[in-house]
Structures are given as C-alpha cells and as structure tokens.
C-alpha cells in the first residue's frame, strides 16, 4: 500500500497524486489518498481538494491504515521540532518518507507499505508512467457549452496560454517571501519570444488577478482572450492551457499543468528559471522547457 498526503492546490495535489501513483504501479500495490491535513483548516490558504474532477484511482486511506504507515508527529510543535532532522525520519518510522528524505533508497526498495509526506514537484518522480498520468488527468465529466466553444477556438489558432499568478503570492506576506512573483518583464520577454514564431498568436490568459494581467501585458501581435469563466472550476483553466500550442507558465504548480499535460509536438514552454526566492529549484523545470 502506498497512502500520498494530499495538500495544498490542485497544482501540489496532482504532483502528489501522480508520485504515488508512479509507486503504486511500479510495485503493484493500491495507492490511498490522506485527506487529512486538507481537511485540518491549518493550511495558510484555505484549499479544496479537487483531485476528484479527473479520471484518478480515489480511493481514500482509513484510519486504521493511516496509523499503521503515518508518523505521529504529535502536533505543531513536534512538526517543528522535526523539520532539521528530516533526513532522519526514514529510521524513526520506516514506513513514513518525507521529501527531504533518502528518496533514492525507497525507490530502490521492494513494495512495502509506505506514507508520502511532501510535495514532489518534478516529473522525474513520475516520468517514466507519464502516459497514465496523462490519461489519468482529464477531465472526468463533459465539458460545459463556454468551455467548449474556447476549446474549438484555441484548436483552430496559434494559442498561446498566459498564466499570471497572484493571489496569496502577493496578499499573504510569507508566501510572497517563499514563492515572490513573476514581473511584467518576464511575461513580456515571453511574449517577445513567441511573436518572434507566430505571426498571429491567439493568446489565452488565465489569472487570479485578470485586472492586473489585463492593465499591464502588452502586445505587439495578435488578439487576446482573457478567460474568466473558472472560478469555481479551476481544472478546466489546465485543460484549456494543455491544449494551446505554445505556454507561458508562472513560478505555478498550476500552469506546470497546464504546460507538461501539452502533447503538442512542436509546443514550447516559456517558463521563469526562478521558482522560489529561496529554495533549490534545478528540478523543477523539464530540460526541454525555455527558461528566462
């Protein structure tokens, strides 16, 4: 059994989902969700788990298998108390693996009942099944007659997703400090570089702060389309980026989506080469993405 905790946004949820996923069918074991700490109210910003809008394996861990696998951190502080020795945990509970951890020894291991505690933001804890993570990550139900009617129009034109990421990155002072945001120059730098390709880009912009994204982008070429249809449906935003040609993504889990589930052959991925402010982040970005 392999049980993934299940945190943060629907970006953080779907790398979570597809690294146990990966270690499910590499050892052929089930993969159970932990809803837990979504559920908790601790998260700084408040989240919803949103998992359940694609065609994922949900199958939700009980408690007494929780107990089995979870490390007891006996509250806030014992948590705090853990961060330094991270690297230690594997040898206080042998089933309970934090992402700091010796990741390259449990995935050299046999099956064994295992709990995933951390974010995992890189496709090469998950690559090698991509095509079922691929498969996995559409859309479960039919898509609604607006939705459509932008699919059609990005499938017949140079589309090219925008993805401006504010929100908490600007209002909540400690994520501001972890994440900061990408300026107006990155995205026009971008946007330079793909008129340099399209004579006739179709751009899609998705943002949390359209007003921003709509006062300061500029462009040279093209039309714009500011897509504010998803508030309450945040899924169909990366379904409607995979399906533009070229993407410009934010220091985002969420447009990552929306940019790595991309089967166009000739996409290109314009993407900040700095994620965090303070953070190693060499991983992060595929190799055959364009960072600036």
């Known amino acids: 059994m392999v049980v993934i905790k299940i945190t943060g946004g629907l970006g953080n949820q779907m790398f979570q989902y597809a690294f146990g996923r990966r270690l499910s069918l590499q050892w052929n074991v089930p993969l159970k969700l932990d809803m837990s700490e979504l559920e908790s109210g601790r998260l700084t910003t408040s989240r919803n788990y949103e998992l359940h809008h694609f065609n994922v394996v949900q199958d939700f861990v009980e408690a007494s298998e929780l107990k089995a696998v979870k490390l007891d951190l006996h509250g806030h502080i014992m948590n705090k108390l853990l961060i330094g020795i991270q690297e230690k945990v594997w040898r206080i509970k042998s089933s309970h693996f934090m992402e700091n951890g010796n990741v390259d020894s449990l995935l050299a291991g046999n099956s064994r009942p295992v709990y995933l505690d951390g974010y995992w933001q890189s496709e090469k804890y998950f690559k090698q099944y991509g095509d079922v993570i691929r498969r996995e990550f559409t859309a479960k139900d039919e898509w609604d007659g607006h939705n459509k009617q932008i699919l059609n129009s990005i499938l017949n034109a140079d589309a090219v997703s925008i993805h401006i990421r504010r929100g908490d990155y600007v209002t909540n002072a400690v994520t501001n400090k972890f994440h900061g945001t990408c300026d107006i120059d990155y995205y026009q730098k971008a946007i330079a570089l793909v008129e340099e390709r399209m004579e006739a880009p179709f751009y899609y912009i998705f943002s949390d702060d359209l007003?921003?994204?709509?006062?300061?982008?500029?462009?040279?070429?093209?039309?714009?389309?500011?897509?504010?249809?998803?508030?309450?449906?945040?899924?169909?935003?990366?379904?409607?980026?995979?399906?533009?040609?070229?993407?410009?993504?934010?220091?985002?889990?969420f447009s990552w989506w929306g940019a790595w589930l991309n089967n166009n052959p000739g996409k290109l991925v314009i993407a900040p080469k700095k994620w965090f402010n303070h953070k190693d982040d060499s991983d992060i970005i595929p190799d055959t993405w364009m960072k600036i």
């Open 211 to 253: 007003p921003w994204a709509k006062e300061h982008l500029v462009f040279s070429k093209g039309t714009a389309h500011f897509v504010d249809n998803n508030a309450d449906a945040a899924f169909m935003d990366i379904m409607l980026m995979s399906k533009c040609k070229y993407n410009i993504i934010a220091n985002s889990t």
